[in-house]
């Protein structure tokens, strides 16, 4: 790391150089001292502060700043410190230019071909043929061109080249707005990310970009670090570093042992203020992006993040320090990746029909061209009996181009490239309203997923309530108070102790601040909990500041910081007298447990034992959380003087407490959750509450929301029960047990993170339904980052969420808000309707136009569509329609049916029925129109017209009726499941009804005025309104279409499933909804049993093969390690002292069920690769019921293993 940063010096000497000169002026350090102090780590780097500067309060003054009232906040020296130690931003790469996104278009295959074509076609036309001798050549020429005629035949190719060019720009400017608006959203999320500097003295919040050398920032719990620095203060901070160093361990950070924090690392625990020493591209971080070049697009900086996250995660759960480990961690990363970022369930179903369809346009466009060829030369050569002229050659290749420009154009209108069009439209348009409805999107598919969600599992503080916590009843002198008791009712001893424990023993960033408006609340900052605390405080008439100026933070002895782990958390503090004084806070049933005294009525101690708890708990805790309040136990300890503990026992220390109150806090449930609920359940989504919250209160909100009914079959369960329930004797998870837990839990209470991963995990893995399960999560704190990645869809709370969890997740809630969810599913199906109202359009268009071309090149040897007007048609259909089709808003109509599954088909049966009746009616127009249009409409007829002859009126009202047929029918495809009215909101879409009313004006100046270029002669009144009365009749009929039952259809076949059977690994096949009568699904279910057994059978036998070979290979050579179990058996990597406090016996980011190949569980009843299993020697503070030690693997594990790695 060291060496990297080094090097970048030496890239970049000459700024460096010219930068030094205007150090010396202003500040006592200059930019590549920082940069080299920066570089060093531990005991060198305090060294190295010690020999320059003295301690850090030397650097703060050097940096001209006080590590106690921060910068201040004058502009002219900010900017002066921008100036010299550079912005706290790293650019990001250039974006693709305009042209680059044209180049880029231009490599479509289908427009190369048309190119190519009209190239071809443009020279042949130059190229005049000599004149006497087209007499031998036949009538090929025609009788009636004259000179002009003869010019214009350059015409038809300048045409086609210059569609090509429309539809290049079309789909280069999409990319090009795309481009811009993900860098909006990223410059957006990057903007709204605040850090906590002090300036003035004052603690504000300031955006990442305003951070500059020498600010004073506060570092706590959740954050990620947006500049290097040097710590001034701090208290139990540990630190992840595994994004800058791949080390899993959390790096334990204090002013006098390591204080070097480096940007881009997360704060896994703790607090405390450093003194910022390099931003931008001069910290740790910027070094590596400017190694990387020009910084990396920022998209991917995201990414990475997200990736180190998640390996981090990952590895923090399985103690693995070797290379080896830093591998297998890669390999669990991209796995863990692919399924979920790389191809979409919508992509990967539009892919495969997209390749359908082309595969079939191709076929056809070969056979039309084949069969004018042959059809011209058995006509000209054999049936006039003609010789090949040398002359005539130019003559005859001229037609052969122009079959070739029809076969091309019957590819042309076959291809549906309007498809990928249609898709970024439509989750474009979507992300951009989406914003509106508070959803920030990070990956622009996870819109598309939400539409398939069958679960959300959701935090309760801050989600489902409103995050604004008070304190209601309190247990304080053995008096349960239901509401605030009157100062004078408390002995000053209890409330001089209470106001103590709660104004110290809490994050002094936490606060309550006067209102902003008047008659508002107060306003809460800092964790919401603490604020309830402090509110309490307030409310006995009494002020937490000046307890806090009497011990400011730098004066706290000693802080255990909350995590998830403690659920609690403790303050040390010296006492006048010399002793000690330790003030606890935490979850009522965790600290009850630690307490041996309590205070009574006047103030004075006596002993607490269990009977005495239970008591408590029975009387006071429970009927407290059946009210639905979080209950806080508020405790403290002395050590008298010269009786100092070992600090870092922190399980000696937290003991033998004094219990001062318990208090009840309520979080009220926000009023429209409820119905966001009720609308969540009507869709088929399960709602399931997952909190760290008691199971009581737990119980309690969630019948208030509405998430369990009474009369209902559920479960709720604490974190202990679902483990016990999941678990085997081994205490490994097994699938099965899961999935006899999962479909009835609603209510998931007092649960770890690492609970939380596995029941999303259980969720998605299960095989047990008919569908396999989407699920969505929502988080907010650090420890919801492994269950936010392995969700389908992450959402993270935008106001109280930490950068851990929003670099974790998918989608942010910017207000925090359950409703938003419900909107994020309306807005998901919407996309996902768009699309199929598309299709339905697009295929209708196609079906018709290929088989025009086709049959009428046949028959007439010469397309009535002509090659230019079908460009036109496929730009209305692809671009246009697209536009118009894909940004329809999405009604509320949309939260009435289930969820598709990820095997749903695109185009659904009623979709394939209006496909196959428009086509049928269109094409009955067309032909009838080809063939007895003339005597109709009384004109010449425009078949068999010779090479380059005039533009007929009956092949222009052929054109014309055609395209008012599509501009009616893609009226009728705004409905797609088989409604009525399809008109029903068409205001509502402004661009809907501009894109058609546009068409048909440009369709008009086509035909009076297009003339040449686009075939087309000017109709007479009358023939547009019979032009127009077919169209409408597409309305018409399509009610005739809607009137025939799908039921009765039973030969339509649905297309564009999901993944095949082959390519399928998660996604059990599954049943099409309404659309599959009983027969075919049993038939079907016979067939997934027959595959499923194939695949038992072929993993089995690979296993023992396996199996075999690696025995063999270990006997001879040792260091084969099969799989990261034997691997971690050997001796050499067995870790007596990872004392870590997150429990390894949960099952985590390691996902190699993915690998299963959904087979049945092998011999071994190990199904989740624990460490237990593979003889790792575990002791963890945490979990006492991890067998301390355990034999090595069984040879039946490695087996197992092998099955895995498989």
Not at 329 to 344: G, H, I, Q, W
Not at 813 to 830: C, E, H, Q, Y
Request: charged share 25%; with cysteine.
């Amino acid at each position: 790391m060291g060496d990297m940063a080094n090097s970048s010096i030496e890239f970049h000497p000459k700024p460096q150089q010219q930068r030094e000169a205007p150090h010396a002026g202003g500040f006592g350090c200059t930019l590549a001292e920082l940069r080299t102090l920066m570089e060093l780590r531990g005991a060198e780097a305090l060294q190295k502060i010690e020999e320059t500067y003295g301690d850090v309060s030397g650097l703060c003054r050097r940096l001209k700043t006080s590590p106690t009232v921060g910068l201040a906040d004058n502009t002219n020296d900010l900017e002066k410190r921008r100036q010299i130690y550079g912005q706290n931003f790293i650019p990001p790469k250039q974006p693709k230019t305009f042209l680059q996104l044209v180049w880029e278009a231009l490599q479509d295959v289908t427009l190369i071909i048309l190119e190519v074509a009209a190239i071809v076609s443009l020279g042949l036309s130059f190229y005049a043929p000599p004149g006497e001798e087209s007499e031998a050549c036949g009538n090929v020429s025609g009788g009636t061109e004259d000179e002009g005629e003869a010019e214009a035949g350059w015409i038809e190719g300048a045409a086609i080249l210059l569609s090509v060019i429309c539809v290049v720009l079309v789909t280069a400017f999409n990319d090009w707005s795309k481009e811009k608006q993900f860098r909006g959203l990223q410059s957006r999320i990057e903007q709204e990310q605040k850090f906590t500097v002090i300036r003035n003295g004052q603690l504000l919040q300031v955006p990442v970009a305003a951070l500059v050398v020498g600010d004073i920032a506060q570092v706590k719990y959740g954050d990620l670090l947006p500049a290097d620095g040097v710590l001034i203060q701090a208290n139990d901070l540990k630190i992840d570093e595994s994004s800058l160093t791949g080390e899993s361990d959390h790096v334990r950070k204090s002013a006098d042992k390591d204080p070097m924090l480096l940007s881009g690392t997360h704060v896994m625990e703790g607090s405390g203020r450093m003194v910022v020493t390099a931003v931008g591209v001069n910290s740790q971080t910027g070094i590596i992006f400017t190694l990387l070049g020009a910084g990396g697009e920022e998209e991917e900086k995201k990414d990475k993040k997200a990736k180190r996250q998640d390996g981090a995660v990952a590895m923090e759960m399985q103690p693995l320090k070797s290379a080896e480990g830093g591998e297998m961690e890669d390999r669990e990363k991209k796995r863990a990746r692919a399924p979920k970022k790389e191809k979409s369930v919508l992509q990967g179903k539009l892919t495969k029909l997209a390749v359908q369809i082309g595969k079939a346009g191709l076929v056809m466009s070969a056979i039309t061209v084949i069969i004018l060829v042959l059809y011209f030369v058995i006509e000209t050569f054999v049936v006039e009996g003609r010789t090949w002229l040398a002359e005539c050659t130019p003559v005859y290749v001229q037609y052969f181009v122009k079959f070739f420009i029809i076969g091309v154009t019957v590819l042309v209108v076959a291809v549906p490239e309007g498809l990928p069009l249609a898709v970024t439209i439509s989750l474009a348009y979507s992300v951009k309203k989406m914003m509106k409805d508070n959803n920030l999107v990070r990956h622009l598919d996870a819109c598309e997923t939400m539409g398939n969600a069958t679960a959300i599992c959701s935090d309760k503080t801050g989600t489902l309530t409103t995050n604004r916590m008070t304190v209601v009843q309190s247990y304080l002198g053995d008096t349960h108070y239901k509401e605030i008791p009157a100062p004078s009712a408390l002995t000053p001893k209890i409330l001089d102790l209470l106001v103590h424990a709660i104004s110290i023993n809490s994050a002094y960033t936490t606060k309550i601040l006067p209102p902003e408006k008047e008659g508002a609340l107060p306003r809460q900052v800092g964790n919401k909990t603490e604020c309830a605390l402090l509110g309490f405080v307030l409310d006995l008439k009494r002020d937490f500041q000046p307890v806090r100026e009497q011990i400011p933070e730098d004066k706290l002895y000693k802080v255990y910081t909350f995590n998830s782990v403690r659920k609690s958390m403790s303050t040390v503090i010296r006492m006048p007298d010399g002793g000690f004084r330790l003030f606890s806070k935490g979850a009522s049933e965790i600290l009850l447990k630690k307490c041996t005294n309590i205070l009574n009525s006047n103030g004075e101690l006596r002993s607490f034992r269990p009977r005495d708890r239970d008591d408590i708990v029975r009387k006071i805790i429970e009927p407290m959380a059946c009210d639905g309040l979080r209950t806080i136990c508020i405790a403290y300890r002395d050590f008298p003087e010269g009786q100092e503990p070992d600090w870092d026992n922190e399980n000696e220390v937290v003991s033998d407490l004094t219990c001062i109150a318990v208090v009840g806090i309520e979080d009220p449930v926000r009023p429209e959750v409820p119905e966001a609920i009720r609308k969540c359940q009507r869709a088929g989504i399960t709602v399931r509450m997952v909190t760290g919250d008691n199971i009581n209160t737990a119980r309690a909100i969630a019948a208030k929301c509405g998430i369990i009914q009474p009369g209902e079959d559920f479960l709720c369960l604490e974190g202990k029960e679902f483990n016990r329930r999941i678990r085997n004797e081994k205490g490994e998870i097994e699938q099965e047990r899961l999935d006899k837990v999962w479909p009835k839990l609603r209510v998931l209470a007092r649960s770890s993170p690492t609970d939380k991963h596995t029941l999303v995990k259980g969720i998605i893995d299960s095989t047990s339904g008919e569908q396999r399960q989407v699920v969505a999560v929502t988080g907010d704190g650090t420890n919801d980052g492994p269950a936010l990645k392995k969700a389908d869809v992450g959402f993270a709370m935008g106001i109280a969420g930490t950068d851990v969890a929003k670099e974790a997740s998918d989608i942010i809630l910017t207000d925090d808000n359950f409703t938003s969810i419900v909107k994020a599913v309306m807005w998901g199906r919407n996309v996902y309707d768009s699309i199929s109202k598309f299709l339905q359009f697009q295929l209708t268009v196609n079906v018709v136009a290929v088989i025009v071309a086709f049959t009428g090149a046949c028959i007439t040897q010469d397309s009535p569509l002509k090659a230019v007007q079908m460009l036109w048609v496929n730009l209305i259909m692809d671009t246009f329609a697209s536009l118009a089709l894909a940004t329809e808003p999405p009604t509320e109509s949309l939260l009435l049916r289930k969820p598709y599954g990820r095997d749903k088909p695109l185009i659904s049966r009623t979709m394939m029925k209006n496909i196959l009746g428009h086509a049928v009616y269109q094409l009955a127009i067309i032909f009838t129109l080809l063939f007895v249009g003339e005597l109709f409409f009384d004109i010449d007829s425009g078949r068999n017209a010779p090479l380059h002859s005039p533009p007929s009126e009956h092949y222009t009202i052929i054109f014309n009726t055609f395209v008012m047929m599509q501009l009616f029918n893609e009226i009728n495809a705004r409905k797609i499941h088989g409604e009525r009215n399809v008109f029903d909101g068409i205001f509502s879409n402004p661009i809907f009804c501009t894109i058609v009313l546009g068409t048909f004006g440009i369709q008009i100046v086509i035909v009076q005025f297009g003339g040449k270029p686009f075939s087309c002669s000017p109709l007479s009144t009358e023939q547009w309104l019979w032009c127009l009365f077919v169209g409408v009749g597409e309305l018409v009929w399509g009610q005739v279409i809607a009137t025939i039952p799908t039921s009765q259809l039973k030969c339509l076949k649905e297309a564009g499933h999901g993944p095949g059977k082959d390519e399928m690994t998660d996604e059990e096949l599954a049943e099409g909804e309404e659309e599959i009568d009983h027969a075919e699904r049993e038939l079907r279910r016979g067939q997934i049993l027959w595959f499923r057994g194939l695949n038992r059978i072929q993993t089995q036998i690979r296993v023992v093969k396996a199996f075999r070979s690696s025995l063999y290979e270990g006997l001879e050579k040792p260091e084969s390690k099969t799989s990261i179990h034997n691997f971690m058996a050997t001796p050499e990597f067995l870790i007596n002292d990872y004392t870590h406090n997150i429990p390894l016996i949960d099952d985590t980011d390691v996902d190699e069920n993915e690998e299963r190949l959904r087979a049945p569980p092998p011999p071994s009843p190990n199904q989740n690769n624990n460490a237990i299993d593979s003889g790792i020697y575990l002791t963890t503070h945490v979990t006492k019921s991890a067998t301390s030690s355990v034999s090595p693997s069984s040879p039946r594990s490695s087996l197992h293993s092998v099955e895995t790695a498989l």
